[in-house]
């Protein structure tokens, strides 16, 4: 960021990242940023979709949510934990996404980055919680606060 003027930050926020690996290594670099962003961001949806299904399935075995969740296909892929999770994401999406606002982008990258953080924080609050309350788990390293 310390690459380009503040005028420039503020004039391109839809497309910093591009914008900054333009002015740092040309048209070539700035394309290469920016399909390895869509790469990162493809892999972060991959993997977000595999650990609510397994999430889902798991709440359904523990009788928490029906047992339609943990239905899988011939090839063993709990297809409606899938097809649900695809549901909601696009229901989020379209009742975030206005195409005639020049905020619409913003708007849908603040809730993606709320909900990065979150996950996050519920990774540290669970690490946490877990060395609290399980002091006796076999363990061959001990973590220092």
């Not at 839809?14 to 333009?22: I, N, S």
Request: glycine share 6%; with cysteine.
């Amino acid at each position: 960021m310390m690459i380009l003027p503040l005028d420039d930050i503020y004039s391109h926020p839809a497309e910093l990242l591009a914008e900054m690996a333009k002015k740092l290594g040309g048209e070539k670099f700035s394309t290469f940023i920016c399909v390895d962003a869509v790469i990162v961001l493809c892999g972060a949806v991959l993997t977000s979709i595999i650990g609510i299904s397994g999430l889902l399935v798991r709440l359904s075995k523990d009788r928490i949510l029906p047992d339609s969740f943990a239905m899988t296909n011939s090839r063993g892929a709990p297809y409606v934990s899938i097809i649900s999770f695809v549901v909601i994401s696009i229901t989020l999406f379209l009742s975030i996404y206005d195409p005639g606002s020049e905020r619409a982008i913003n708007d849908f990258a603040g809730v993606y980055s709320i909900a990065f953080l979150s996950v996050l924080l519920c990774f540290a609050a669970g690490a946490i919680l877990l060395k609290l309350y399980r002091p006796r788990i076999a363990r061959l390293v001990i973590a220092q606060w």
